[in-house]
């Protein structure tokens, strides 16, 4: 008997011996795995903070420990991209491509050239697009009247400008001529510059290309009519004014209704009919830097495929280390990659059926109102952001390189936010332009290119005389009727100067007397460095 209870008691010993070594042995594995975690997590925390001396980093590593979660990964449409739930942890706050070199504003050949608000406008309408429209201009008055014609130099066009610049100004666009040249209803300054004939001759003969040799042309290309105006005009604008660290990329309607060969109906923009135009501002303060004019597809040729792509890769053309703002027809990944290598971000709305998204983003069924979900690639993030239930927006980005969330009420992201304070510089653009617009009621539609081209070079001019003298009527909160109004009478009066033929009514040829008998004032002007000097700006009373 005690022979049988001492060899139980012996394996039973044996048996706790064996469980205490197993325990002790999956204990030394899990202190090893632990420690293992903690080391990862270290290495990763020490590289996030750049801290590699951190006292307290035992604490953080076990509070992180407890929220590590395996990395999601999400394939996209085309199976091609794949994307992760976690941001790359060697990416910075902020894209490394945004470094600009060049400062923001007038550039120097502006600021040396700039004097005055009529220097401002030639020097965005440079000498050499005008004398294209003169030249042009007096060969079709010779077409048309033969013998009878006289010359137009450039004195006529100035005032021509003026006029219509003037009519712009007091929101005349869709009045007549006839009403603004009336004694009664008009405007005196209008019957001092010219008569309602020699306007109506100017509106009628006034052209940007010869139009013996453009049939030849129009075959290769629709914009023909006004093409080397056009060029010549768009080239100079970059070479005027430094974008800011932002530029936004958008399409443009010029409202047209008559014929024209890439006339577009677009039922989002309140004109519904026109010219579009996809069109580069600085976002802040909506200079125009690049206009590129849509002609359609060409002649018996295939719609034009990646158009998007092409657009904003044409429009970002010399910028380097800015960020492009455009909207979800733009937005893509192989154009944010494309600026990528040109040392320029992305920042936009996409469209849900683009292929490169995961079908994961898409999903807003049980979202939470004001949720956002995050997923990023090396170079891209992308947010799906749920506004209200049943609804979420898609936002991509290669300018922003993790999941920040505001802290304001609603919860929007970063990136939106971002999205939002830069999207409205070409928007902005077509608002100030129509406010004073240029535009007469025409039937040609090179005509409807010239006067927009005249509504963007007076606002472009206005930018840069603004900023190279920022106390001209700082405290007004109409300084750019006042500029235009300016701009205007500076335009006609050389021209009335030399009148010599007074108009019929008595109060037009007193304007014409005034004129001529006074002398062209001087006002001193502060420049942005804040040195006093003397600068000639024309400042001609109201007529």
Known sequence: ???????????????????????????????????????????????????????????????????????????????????????????????????????????????????????????????????????????????????????????????????????????????????LWDADTGRNIFRATMSLGTFHIFSRVIRFDNRDTRAGRRERDKLAAIRTVWDKWVERLPLLYNPGPNVTVDERLVAFRGRCPFKQYMPSKPAKYGLKIWAACDANSSYALNLQVYTGKPVGGAPERNQGMRVVLDMAQGLRGHNITCDNFFTSYDPGQELLKRKLTMVGTVRKNRTELPAEMLVIKNRVPQSSKFVFTDTTT????????????????????????????????????????????????????????????????????????????????????????????????????LFLEELGKALVVPHIKRRQHMPRTPAAAATVREIQERATPTTPMRCRWGKEEEEKVPGVQAV
């Not at 005055?116 to 440079?126: H, M, R, T």
């Not at 129509?434 to 010239?450: D, E, I, K, Q």
């Not at 005389?465 to 405290?475: A, D, H, L």
Request: glycine letters at 4%.
């Open 382 to 481: 992308l947010v799906s952001y749920c506004p209200r239930k049943g609804k979420n927006v898609l936002l991509m980005s290669t300018l922003h390189k993790n999941a920040e969330i505001s802290t304001r009420e609603d919860h929007k992201p970063n990136l939106i936010l971002d999205y939002n304070a830069t999207k409205g510089g070409v928007d902005n653009l077509d608002k100030v332009t129509g406010t004073y617009s240029t535009n007469r009621m025409t039937a040609r539609w090179p005509l409807v290119m010239f006067y927009n081209l005249i509504d963007i070079s007076a606002y472009n001019a206005f930018v840069i005389f603004t900023e190279i003298f920022p106390e001209w009527n700082k405290s007004k909160l109409y300084r750019r009727r």
């Open 1 to 179: 008997m005690y022979s049988i209870l001492t060899i139980l008691s012996d394996k039973m010993s044996n048996a706790s011996e064996e469980r205490t070594a197993l325990g002790y042995m999956e204990y030394i594995l899990e202190e090893d795995h632990d420690s293992e975690i903690e080391e990862n997590v270290s290495e990763d925390e020490d590289y996030l903070e750049v801290n590699d001396e951190d006292e307290d980093s035992d604490y953080d590593q076990s509070d992180e420990e407890i929220d590590i979660r395996p990395d999601e990964t999400f394939m996209s449409k085309n199976g091609k991209i794949q994307w992760s739930s976690s941001p790359n942890g060697r990416q910075a706050t902020l894209s490394a491509a945004n470094i600009m070199k060049a400062v923001p504003g007038p550039t120097r050949m502006a600021v040396s050239h700039v004097t005055d608000i009529k220097s401002a406008f030639e020097l965005v309408i440079s000498n050499t697009v005008l004398k294209i429209v003169l030249d042009m201009t007096n060969l079709e008055g010779r077409r048309v009247y033969g013998e009878e014609w006289k010359e137009l130099d450039e004195m006529h066009l100035h005032a021509c400008l003026g006029l219509l610049i003037l009519a712009g100004v007091y929101k005349s666009k869709d009045e007549s001529t006839a009403s």
